[in-house]
């Protein structure tokens, strides 16, 4: 991408912070927001704290969705960005009243030097207390300068007094001050700020006082565990000049009445999407939990992974419970997206889904141990003509859900764009089967079949298959089982397949990678991208059209 030529000049003048005294005074409030970029771009802490302290307009956005090779803030820059929003709410030349920060955090595994979720949230709560602390520290210093002030004209008129005395004029005006001189400090700071009422009480009324008119609302995504909870309870309850908004809610390792407490602080008009993970939920946790959620109009998308929530075994009082957690789904009347990780849930989607408001578009179902009954309701239910990402990784797939699978596809042919089938177990006789339901799914962008038991020739007819469907970008395919070193299984397991070591023999992945380069040659797709490589498969960075 070619740089403009106000981005090339702002790169200039923020690079060079001993002119930031001669350009910050003249500076018109449009390029605030190109310089402030560059900043951020070449690693300028020093002017973004210039720059954001005195910002001109109401509101500043940053973070969000990246570019394409756009790398996330620094750690240094994103510190400096914060310590100038506090420095600023006492200038008197800075407008902020809205800062938007959702999505500035950096991804997991991201660039070395970037500020994570965790740490972000972290620094965000503090600056929040931080300008409490502040603010309620002003009227103590403000208290405290009128008392030297008091003290300062008491040690004035003693003098006066004595001078007064010597000279033998010790008459009522003596008098009077020794009176005065008697009331004590107190009472006289009382009737001096009884007589200045007029003026300086109206001027105190000006002060910051309701972070919703007067203050800066900070909206971000908080990312909350164990032992930043009770950082990030004080931040949403503190009243200070700046008030704090969840975007996005993301807790681990935390129960449910914890969780609960951050919920009731939230402004419910804010929160859109809760994720929860690695927390010992459970049924009774999660029937608890859920009509919390509740509140919150404008929630969209629930996450629960890895809750320890087990239904495979009999136990008194789950299926009363799940009923419960059904009922709490569906008063969540927005919601479009439920992800459900390693749930374990056989025979049980129909209790969940059949009680929601509208149908879903994103619908994630690992590890969840589905049963040919529950893809055979996914299949007929109003979810399947609406979704637009199905995500049914490591869940047995056999000849009984062979069916239902394929009416589910076919309902989903027009809206489909995402769809994740690895580690399922799909045979080249049950991926044969499937091959012509997924030619049949044409807005598909990103395909995941890793894990999956197949040969080279099933993972060719897997190719030419992919190679016909206009729409798709990203096919995530399996390593052939003629690649793996000696002694694996017939028909192994995901599990398998992920420990077996690859043979290191080159020549027949060689080979492979050429007649697969042929089948996109002969079909013309050079757009379409094959890849083996699960770690760093991510169906996210192909951009819907």
Known sequence: MVPSLVSLCAKEVVSDHSSSPYWLGCVPRELYQPLLEAAFAHCRPLAIGELVQRWPERTLRLGGRRRSGQSPPSRLCVQALLLAVVRGLGDK??????????????EEGGAVDSMGGWSLTVALCSMVLQAKGAAQGGPHRERERERKRVL?????RDGVVKRERGLGAGGARGQELDEERALGVRRRMERERARGSGGGGERAGRGRGDPEEDGVVVRADLFVNARSWER???ALSASGPLCLHCRYLRVEEIPALSIAVLLALL?????????IRYSSLGVSGLALLLPALAPFPALSSLRLHYCNLDMRWDQSGQEEALRDVAKGLGKLERLQRLSLTALRLPGHLRMLLSGLSQPLEVLELPYLSLSPADLSYLSCSPHASSLRRLDLSENKLDEAALPSLRRLLQQAAGSLSHLSLSGCGLSDGLLGALLPSLGCCRALRALALALNPLSQAGVLSLVRVAAGIPSLRLLLYPNPLEEYQPGLPPLPSSAQLLDWPLDEVLERRDAMELEMAKVLAENGRSDLLLTSDLLSYNGDLIEEQ
């Open 93 to 106: 030349r800075c407008a902020l009243q809205v800062l938007d920060l959702c999505g500035l955090q950096c």
């Open 152 to 156: 300062e004209t008491e040690r004035e």
């Open 232 to 234: 990030v309870r004080a």
């Open 267 to 275: 402004r419910p008009a804010s929160l859109l999407g809760m994720d």
